[in-house]
């Protein structure tokens, strides 16, 4: 069958005649009209379409670039006449409500057929809850969306929150992706208790709580079972110990939340950052984890020697795509372990960030003979660390093995540097030209850069690749 394009509808002039025949209208025509009405916001009609929607999908989030109450109001509307109609014709096969703000194939698709499945404010200001009939307890209808849970909801969100929690009884409520920001946790609470947390696949947890509040997340935390991503930003630590029996209370809430990572079936992201509670315990967390990682992700967090000693005996590391380890200062540590763990993922990682690292020459060194081997990278960022133009060039004259190499960042030579530590310009855009030059005759370049540290005065790097830049001082 050929792809056309279904006879344009105007629906500021017909929309009362097209309401009245939805029963009669080829499925055929349903997505683009529907796509009109919404985006046109003709409430009344969408809310009529939601009720006579003919396929097993309806993606509604994919058409919501920027969130409107009142067409999101039409669309919770037509759920609950949905519900409360006892619908016996043909086209009332609505099975999933999807409200993620995602690109959906769904709205590009001829759907000439039967295939469209899916690959604090109020409604009012007295909201009914009508009685449901119990054929509506029997077919749940699902609700699929993502949940940002701050402590400023905008009127879409209150909206469909407070809608979520009166209904939680008559639809299948699923929240794939959540982020909680600074919210009372008896608020978290209850959405937890519409949204079920085994259908979190994806959990960003950014809050300023210490051990004993976060121990009250725990439960939720364990029932996280299909969780794949994973981000705690920042977590702290309580400094205020008051004696011994505090510090044992402490400890236990930490090894309480630790234990959790055993529930886990599809854990692959972990991101963690500024979560110093998790310092010398890295290691129960790693060995916790049920699946390999894909991504470890540590950030602006003191690292000890006993975490970094695990990365070479713990088995969930030993598939790692991507390493990122920004911020954590390793000046100090013996860097062997992080040589065993990259020449273990060596014919696999494809990213390395170890930008404001502060690794010396020596660390360098000694990590040359593992990174030599990584045939996989595309990316890798040595950004702020400490390295001489001798160890550099060296360095670089040793990545012949680098073929898919698309982004390089180094830091600019220490020589750049006067005794001030202030940026000599003329020598930095010499030196790293020289650099250039001696990777331009192992290898083809494509991206690559040098960077000095941040300016003292205007907080700027100067910066030396295929765009230049220099910081506004007059040193």
């Given at each position: 069958?050929?792809?056309?394009?279904?006879?344009?509808?105007?629906?500021?002039?017909?929309?009362?005649?097209?309401?009245?025949?939805?029963?009669?209208?080829?499925?055929?025509?349903?997505?683009?009209?529907?796509?009109?009405?919404?985006?046109?916001?003709?409430?009344?009609?969408?809310?009529?379409?939601?009720?006579?929607?003919?396929?097993?999908?309806?993606?509604?989030?994919?058409?919501?670039?920027?969130p409107?109450?009142?067409?999101?109001?039409?669309?919770?509307?037509?759920?609950?006449?949905?519900?409360?109609?006892?619908?016996?014709?043909?086209?009332?096969?609505?099975?999933v409500?999807?409200?993620?703000?995602?690109?959906?194939?769904?709205?590009?698709?001829?759907?000439?057929?039967?295939?469209?499945?899916?690959?604090s404010?109020?409604?009012?200001?007295?909201?009914?809850?009508?009685?449901?009939?119990?054929?509506?307890?029997r077919?749940?209808?699902?609700?699929?969306?993502?949940?940002?849970?701050?402590?400023?909801?905008?009127?879409?969100?209150?909206?469909?929150?407070?809608?979520?929690?009166?209904?939680?009884?008559?639809?299948?409520?699923?929240?794939?992706?959540?982020?909680i920001?600074?919210?009372?946790?008896?608020f978290?609470?209850?959405?937890?208790?519409?949204?079920h947390p085994e259908n979190?696949?994806?959990?960003?947890?950014?809050?300023e709580?210490?051990?004993f509040?976060?121990?009250?997340?725990?439960?939720?935390?364990?029932?996280?079972?299909?969780?794949?991503?994973?981000?705690l930003?920042?977590?702290?630590?309580n400094?205020?110990?008051?004696?011994?029996?505090?510090?044992?209370?402490?400890?236990?809430?930490?090894?309480?939340?630790?234990?959790?990572?055993?529930?886990?079936?599809?854990?692959?992201?972990?991101?963690?950052?500024g979560?110093?509670?998790?310092?010398?315990?890295?290691?129960?967390?790693?060995?916790?984890?049920?699946?390999?990682?894909?991504?470890?992700?540590?950030?602006?967090?003191?690292?000890s020697?006993?975490?970094?000693?695990?990365?070479?005996?713990c088995?969930?590391?030993f598939?790692?795509?991507?390493?990122?380890?920004?911020?954590?200062?390793?000046?100090?540590?013996?860097?062997?372990?992080?040589?065993?763990?990259?020449e273990?993922?060596?014919?696999?990682?494809?990213?390395?960030?170890?930008?404001?690292?502060?690794?010396?020459?020596?660390q360098?060194?000694?990590?040359?003979?593992?990174?030599?081997?990584?045939?996989?990278?595309?990316?890798?960022?040595?950004?702020?660390n400490?390295?001489?133009?001798?160890?550099?060039?060296?360095?670089?004259?040793?990545?012949?093995?680098w073929?898919?190499?698309?982004?390089?960042?180094?830091?600019?030579?220490?020589?750049?540097?006067?005794?001030?530590?202030?940026?000599?310009?003329?020598?930095?855009?010499?030196l790293?030209?020289?650099?250039?030059?001696?990777?331009?005759?192992?290898?083809?370049?494509?991206?690559?850069?040098?960077?000095?540290?941040?300016?003292?005065?205007?907080?700027?790097?100067?910066?030396?690749?295929?765009?230049?830049?220099t910081?506004?001082?007059?040193?």
């Amino acid at each position: 069958m050929s792809v056309q394009s279904p006879p344009t509808l105007t629906l500021l002039r017909n929309e009362a005649v097209i309401i009245s025949s939805l029963e009669e209208l080829p499925t055929v025509l349903f997505p683009a009209l529907f796509k009109e009405a919404f985006e046109g916001r003709h409430s009344k009609l969408v809310k009529e379409m939601v009720t006579t929607w003919p396929f097993p999908c309806l993606p509604v989030g994919a058409l919501m670039k920027t969130p409107n109450l009142e067409t999101l109001q039409a669309v919770l509307e037509g759920v609950d006449m949905r519900l409360t109609r006892d619908i016996h014709h043909s086209k009332g096969k609505l099975q999933v409500l999807d409200l993620r703000n995602v690109h959906h194939t769904f709205w590009n698709i001829w759907a000439d057929e039967e295939d469209g499945s899916c690959s604090s404010e109020s409604l009012d200001e007295n909201p009914v809850v009508k009685v449901l009939p119990q054929y509506a307890l029997r077919h749940k209808l699902k609700v699929v969306t993502e949940l940002c849970l701050r402590p400023r909801l905008d009127e879409a969100q209150a909206c469909f929150l407070k809608w979520a929690q009166q209904r939680k009884g008559f639809l299948h409520f699923c929240c794939t992706k959540l982020k909680i920001w600074a919210m009372p946790m008896d608020f978290i609470r209850e959405i937890l208790n519409v949204f079920h947390p085994e259908n979190i696949e994806e959990l960003e947890l950014n809050t300023e709580w210490n051990v004993f509040q976060l121990a009250h997340f725990t439960p939720f935390f364990g029932q996280m079972r299909n969780l794949r991503k994973l981000l705690l930003a920042p977590l702290y630590k309580n400094v205020f110990k008051i004696a011994n029996r505090t510090g044992e209370r402490e400890d236990k809430c930490v090894k309480g939340f630790i234990s959790m990572f055993s529930k886990f079936n599809c854990l692959q992201h972990l991101s963690l950052s500024g979560v110093h509670f998790l310092r010398d315990h890295m290691n129960q967390v790693f060995r916790s984890l049920m699946t390999p990682l894909v991504k470890l992700s540590i950030m602006h967090y003191r690292i000890s020697q006993k975490d970094l000693d695990s990365f070479s005996f713990c088995q969930s590391l030993f598939h790692l795509k991507h390493l990122e380890m920004r911020g954590v200062t390793l000046s100090s540590l013996d860097i062997m372990p992080l040589r065993s763990l990259v020449e273990k993922v060596a014919d696999k990682i494809q990213t390395l960030d170890l930008q404001g690292c502060r690794m010396k020459d020596y660390q360098l060194n000694a990590l040359l003979p593992a990174l030599t081997r990584c045939s996989q990278l595309t990316k890798i960022n040595f950004y702020n660390n400490d390295f001489s133009m001798a160890i550099l060039k060296d360095f670089l004259q040793h990545t012949a093995n680098w073929r898919k190499i698309n982004v390089e960042q180094y830091p600019a030579p220490l020589e750049c540097y006067d005794e001030l530590a202030h940026v000599c310009r003329e020598r930095f855009a010499q030196l790293c030209l020289e650099l250039m030059d001696t990777l331009g005759t192992i290898r083809q370049l494509k991206s690559i850069s040098f960077a000095t540290n941040m300016c003292h005065k205007c907080g700027m790097q100067c910066v030396y690749g295929r765009e230049n830049r220099t910081c506004s001082c007059r040193l």
